[in-house]
């Protein structure tokens, strides 16, 4: 007689790990809302190029964070190529 039991379902693949880079502004001065504004644009401009050259990365999530006299963008991704 046979097994008549059903079998489990496949273990789907594991998606690609999630990793991240950063990029970050800084500049030192007096503490202005213009200057502050530079810094996140920097950080900004650098990840949206990366992000450019990179076509082929699935991009997870983008986050900004600032304090004083640093900018960071962090891009989590995985490398699905």
């Not at 990793?19 to 970050?24: G, L, N, S």
């Not at 401009?45 to 600032?66: G, R, Y």
């Not at 304090?67 to 699905?80: H, K, Q, S």
Request: net charge negative.
């Amino acid at each position: 007689m046979e097994n008549d039991k059903p079998s489990p379902p496949p273990i789907p693949e594991l998606p690609e790990p999630i990793q991240y880079t950063h990029f970050e502004a800084h500049k030192n001065g007096f503490f202005t809302v213009g200057r502050d504004r530079d810094l996140i644009e920097k950080a900004r401009t650098d990840a949206q190029k990366w992000i450019n050259q990179n076509p082929l990365l699935e991009i997870v999530s983008i986050d900004s964070c600032f304090g004083r006299m640093l900018a960071i963008v962090t891009v989590w991704y995985r490398d699905t190529s």
